[in-house]
């Protein structure tokens, strides 16, 4: 096992296109998070499942924001109608239950 | 809500032992983490530590809980010029998802 995917590393888009992000997390861990990083913050929560369910979610993922783990294994993140304040680093982890969440690599996204 | 805070920046010289402090607020979290980021990186976990313990030391590492005053500290003994980058501390809330401090700035000179 190669630790947390994601894909792509970088993506820059125009204001008001839609795109959509990847994560592939360690293949024995049920529990998938996506987080959110702006520059000199640390991560924020946006939103979390087990398996393929999708249990918490964060006030800040608006409606423009959707997450899906299909078949419990690899998320996708959409974000629809970017906007320049959307620019940031998208983190994915995963564990298996509570202790030693493993991050991927993020994907950094301009919006331009 | 849960605030983790942390200070921005600390700088020491190479070989000296480097303490990096964390404060945090939720008392119910069960584990409290401590993450290092490089630049343009992900998050790389380092250690964890259980809320019933005081203190954990994993090679290098060792951290510190004071539970009474919600004080969580990282030390790094013989700091080196490849421990330089951002250090994040993190509670975990109810088990659902991490909070993390804005993270502190290692800079190792030579």
């Known amino acids: 096992d190669t630790g947390v995917s994601q894909d792509p590393r970088h993506k820059i888009t125009k204001r008001g296109q839609n795109v959509t992000f990847r994560c592939d997390p360690i293949s024995e861990h049920n529990r998938l998070y996506w987080y959110r990083q702006t520059l000199g913050q640390g991560p924020e929560f946006l939103t979390y499942f087990q398996n393929e369910a999708q249990l918490e979610k964060s006030r800040l993922l608006s409606d423009r924001f959707s997450a899906e783990r299909p078949k419990g294994s690899f998320s996708t993140l959409e974000i629809q109608r970017t906007e320049q304040g959307d620019s940031a680093m998208y983190l994915c982890?995963?564990?298996?239950?509570?202790?030693?969440?493993?991050f991927g690599s993020g994907t950094r996204l301009t919006v331009v | 809500g849960e605030d983790v805070e942390q200070s921005l920046f600390l700088s020491v010289r190479e070989g000296d032992s480097s303490v990096i402090n964390c404060t945090y607020t939720?008392?119910?979290?069960?584990?409290l983490y401590w993450y290092k980021q490089e630049p343009g990186a992900g998050l790389q976990l380092l250690t964890y530590i259980f809320s019933n313990m005081d203190m954990k030391q994993d090679q290098r590492l060792t951290v510190l809980l004071n539970k009474k005053d919600k004080h969580l500290s990282l030390r790094i003994a013989d700091t080196q010029t490849g421990d330089s980058a951002i250090y994040f501390c993190a509670e975990d809330n109810a088990g659902n998802m991490l909070t993390f401090g804005g993270g502190t700035r290692l800079m190792v000179k030579p």
């Open positions: 982890a995963s564990s298996q239950g509570r202790a030693g969440y493993t």
């Open positions: 939720d008392s119910s979290s069960t584990y």
